[in-house]
């Protein structure tokens, strides 16, 4: 299929670092979101429209995420094996990175997480910065992206949603999987960077040693065949 073609060419550009960077959590093939076939139902959306003004709403976050991310992580590579989960930290919530959907991660964080702390975190994230696009036609591209009503302009949409603590999905405890859209922000020297994607707020850590994996993905419209994936374990200890 010549569109999945372009979107797995775009989204490979965008691994390495391109003016389309898209990151994700973990990665799984061929399977829809997580105990929920309906994916209008598995996850709520939050507006571009949403106040981003207020402290950690759910569009505050994603920019403060993509600050967090462009100052300590800036080729988009969180690591594999032990790393440094407190590194840029602030706060009681913490974030988490994902892949460029080359491997499935596992990570273990060194340091001990405060008990309290929160992770936010996306499966599925893009930014469209540096291209000579309005924002109406930056908007466009992200929704087409991510649409799951009617195919886009890559006839794709976000499949393979799931995010687990300790082996339980986070949905069970009341946690959404969240589709945010960011109001315009600074990134990368652009004033008018958009970016789109879904994304989990952790419920408040207890201490104990505690597994968090996430998963996203992007798949063919209508299909289960994933043209982009990505899998992020991380292991920790709660003080």
């Not at 976050?61 to 602030?90: M, R, T």
């Not at 890559?154 to 300790?166: I, K, N, Q």
Request: hydrophobic share 40%.
């Amino acid at each position: 299929m010549k569109s999945s073609k372009k979107l797995a060419s775009l989204l490979l550009s965008a691994a390495i670092g391109s003016s389309l960077s898209m990151t994700t959590a973990p990665a799984f093939a061929e399977k829809k979101a997580e105990g929920n076939s309906d994916k209008n139902n598995s996850y709520k959306k939050s507006s571009y429209k949403e106040k981003s003004d207020k402290k950690n709403s759910a569009a505050q976050l994603v920019v403060d995420w993509y600050g967090w991310q462009e100052a300590n992580y800036p080729d988009f590579d969180f690591g594999v094996g032990l790393v440094d989960c407190s590194l840029g930290q602030k706060g009681n919530i913490w974030f988490l990175g994902g892949t460029g959907g080359d491997a499935p991660a596992e990570r273990t964080c060194l340091q001990r997480i405060p008990a309290g702390k929160q992770f936010f975190f996306p499966l599925v994230n893009l930014v469209v910065w540096d291209e000579p696009l309005n924002t109406a036609e930056r908007r466009q591209l992200l929704d087409d992206i991510y649409s799951d009503q009617v195919p886009g302009a890559f006839a794709a949409e976000t499949c393979l949603l799931s995010a687990t603590l300790d082996g339980t999905p986070v949905i069970f405890d009341g946690i959404p999987i969240e589709r945010v859209q960011s109001p315009l922000f600074t990134y990368l020297g652009d004033n008018e960077a958009l970016a789109d994607g879904f994304w989990v707020l952790s419920p408040k850590l207890k201490r104990g040693e505690h597994t968090l994996s996430f998963t996203g993905g992007l798949c063919q419209f209508g299909s289960n065949i994933s043209v982009f994936e990505v899998d992020v374990t991380y292991s920790f200890t709660v003080r």
